[in-house]
């Protein structure tokens, strides 16, 4: 039977957007009305069928799984309801079921055989009444939950199920606030301060093949979503109507930032909830790995260095110079194989702890500010190992980062402020001279490497890295933690 874009039931989107994965890669399907169809890594037949004649107004619905799996649903030219798919058997024999003329109009896949659906039809033709309901194999607990929190829920009033890996699952209703279990400590995050702030969930998305990345959709139509960095930010962004970044450019983790327009390395705080925040606020988390500094501190307030025009040129030249030597891009690296690093280092002002413009970028004077030097002039190798106590250097004089955020807040000192303080750093690997043991004589990496990489193993328990030419290093960001 012919169907409208958004059924009789479930939220009204403005558009759809599925995360699933084919041969071993993350994949998405997105649709927006108007704009048609993006998509990344799905399988050839859906590329195919969303590539007919007159798709981009036919399309109803669609899912994506792991494994390829995926389900679609559109309006043929005889104008009656017809889907396609790679389901598995027992799923895609629910599908083809006679429903007295009806038909599945939502369908979420998840990981492990898990799927939540739901089917609609017209009991009388006469009134055209329509019945709605819900099927599927649901993991345990978003049964549990879900009957606890909505009892004698009805199937329209439901208007979104999403199963994602690890045990997490989303479910909202038009009738309440969504509930959850198993997702991360920065999608949860996420949903407690938008609802905390007046805005209404209307969908989620989980990825059935990795933990982190999500969409969220609003009532108002806005999106929000922490999505892979390969995938094109930018072009998703212009299907859909961001949430968080409705007036601020789109950022992007590996754009070089403009340098200052005051000649002057300078500050600038950096939105709660953005893209960057976002991205930073994961590797803080993932990175906080020491488990008896449990639970993860929460960050306060997060600043971009912005860099004056010296300190610019002479990054972007050395990476010009390592990209050239290594040729990362031609092998579909980042260029210049580029990483974010933390370090923890020395704060003996409150630079940060008040954000105004008046007194953001009131660095300090004082020599033994770590802090604003490394924030002002970058940092230099040849201050390692001077501040007290600091004086063992495991591969010599060098600047140290680690993509453990937990051991580079054993080197912060932030007295006198309500805050913590880790400096994100921007930095330039190379090609990397690997190494299990220590070497405090080393002053340069072997020939043709360009940092050492030290190695969780022998003598380290958490990683680091290792950088002898000081343009290979930048502070991109201040992050300030309780």
């Given amino acids: 039977m012919p169907l409208d874009y958004q059924s009789e039931t479930g939220p009204k989107l403005t558009c759809r957007f599925a995360m699933g994965e084919y041969q071993g890669k993350p994949s998405f399907l997105l649709h927006s009305p108007g704009k048609g169809f993006y998509w990344k890594n799905i ?8 590539g007919m004649p007159n798709m981009e107004h036919s399309c109803k619905n669609f899912a994506l799984g792991p494994n390829g799996l995926f389900w679609y649903t559109y309006r043929s030219v005889k104008d009656v309801y017809e889907q396609k798919g790679s389901a598995s058997p027992s799923l895609w024999s629910t599908l083809n079921e006679d429903w007295k003329g009806g038909c599945p109009i939502r369908l979420s896949l998840g990981p492990q055989g898990f799927w939540w659906g739901e089917k609609e039809w017209i009991e009388n033709p006469t009134t055209k009444n329509h019945l709605v309901q819900a099927f599927g194999v649901q993991p345990q607990s978003l049964v549990n939950e879900s009957k606890q929190k909505y009892p004698g829920i009805r199937s329209f009033e439901i208007d979104f199920v999403t199963i994602g890996v690890k045990g997490a699952w989303v479910m909202g209703t038009n009738t309440g606030e969504p509930c959850w279990a198993g997702i991360t400590e920065q999608l949860e995050r996420t949903l407690k301060r938008e609802m905390e702030a007046g805005h209404r969930v209307k969908n989620v998305v989980l990825c059935p093949v990795r933990h982190d990345i999500y969409w969220i959709e609003y009532a108002d139509g806005t999106v929000d979503y922490f999505l892979p960095v390969d995938w094109d930010i930018h072009k998703i962004a212009s299907y859909v109507k961001t949430h968080v970044n409705q007036v601020e450019e789109i950022w992007k983790p590996w754009d070089i930032p403009k340098p200052s327009v005051s000649g002057k390395t300078q500050l600038r705080q950096v939105k709660q909830g953005g893209d960057a925040w976002k991205f930073i606020e994961k590797l803080f988390d993932d990175g906080w790995r020491h488990p008896h500094k449990r639970p993860i501190p929460k960050i306060s307030l997060i600043f971009e260095v912005v860099w004056s025009v010296s300190l610019h040129t002479s990054f ?16 579909q690296q980042i260029k210049g194989n580029q990483a974010y690093g933390w370090h923890g280092t020395r704060r003996r002002c409150n630079i940060g702890d008040d954000p105004s413009p008046t007194r953001l970028n009131q660095f300090c004077s004082d020599a033994n500010c770590a802090t604003c030097v490394i924030l002002t002039k970058s940092f230099d190798a040849n201050f390692a190992g001077k501040a007290p106590g600091r004086a063992f250097l495991r591969f010599g004089r060098a600047i140290y980062t680690s993509t453990v955020s937990s051991k580079a807040d054993d080197y912060q000192q932030s007295a006198g402020s309500q805050y913590k303080s880790l400096i994100l750093a921007r930095t330039i690997k190379g090609m990397a001279d690997t190494r299990k043991v220590g070497d405090k004589k080393l002053v340069a990496p072997n020939a043709g490497f360009d940092c050492v990489e030290g190695q969780v193993g022998q003598e380290l328990n958490y990683d680091e890295c290792c950088f002898y030419h000081n343009d290979a290093v930048r502070p991109a960001f201040l992050v300030l933690y309780k």
Avoid at 43 to 50: C, G, H, R, S, V
């Fill in 43 to 50: 399988p050839p037949e859906l590329e195919t069928l969303i």
């Fill in 316 to 331: 972007v030249s050395y990476l010009d110079r390592i990209e050239q030597k290594g040729k990362f891009t031609i092998r």
